[in-house]
Nanobody, 126 residues
Framework: QVQLVESGGGSVQAGGSLRLSCAAS????????MGWFRQAPGKEREFVAA????????GYADSVKGRFTISRDNAKNTVYLQMNSLKSEDTAVYYC???????????????????WGRGTQVTVSS
């Protein structure tokens, strides 16, 4: 079992940057593929970015490619989402998710993650 706690959300003007962090409990963090998803008011939760168990593989939604970067530090049990050039349409609650895997390089874009954080609000004003 793993528990996830997101932080780093807040309010920012369009064009600004934020870095989200997701701290995971447990000693086997390196065995989990990680993902970031978001949900805007009135919309379904959508995939944002994902990183493989080893950190060698990453994947992004087309809407954030080139602006967002996902990374992880297995020594700190933490995954990050660096968000640059933020737009008003990036406003959402951002969720971190974890998925146990034996595939070290695989990236999971679907929402079938076993563990989820409670989310952190990101608000971008234009």
């Amino acid at each position: 079992q793993v528990q996830l706690v997101e932080s780093g959300g807040g309010s920012v003007q369009a064009g600004g940057s934020l870095r989200l962090s997701c701290a995971a409990s447990g000693r086997t963090f390196s065995g989990y593929a990680m993902g970031w998803f978001r949900q805007a008011p009135g919309k379904e939760r959508e995939f944002v970015a994902a990183i493989s168990q080893s950190g060698t593989g990453t994947g992004y939604a087309d809407s954030v490619k080139g602006r967002f970067t996902i990374s992880r530090d297995n020594a700190k049990n933490t995954v990050y989402l660096q968000m640059n050039s933020l737009k008003s349409e990036d406003t959402a609650v951002y969720y971190c998710a974890a998925r146990w895997t034996v595939s070290s390089g695989f990236v999971y874009r679907d929402p079938k993650y076993a563990y989820w954080g409670r989310g952190t609000q990101v608000t971008v004003s234009s």
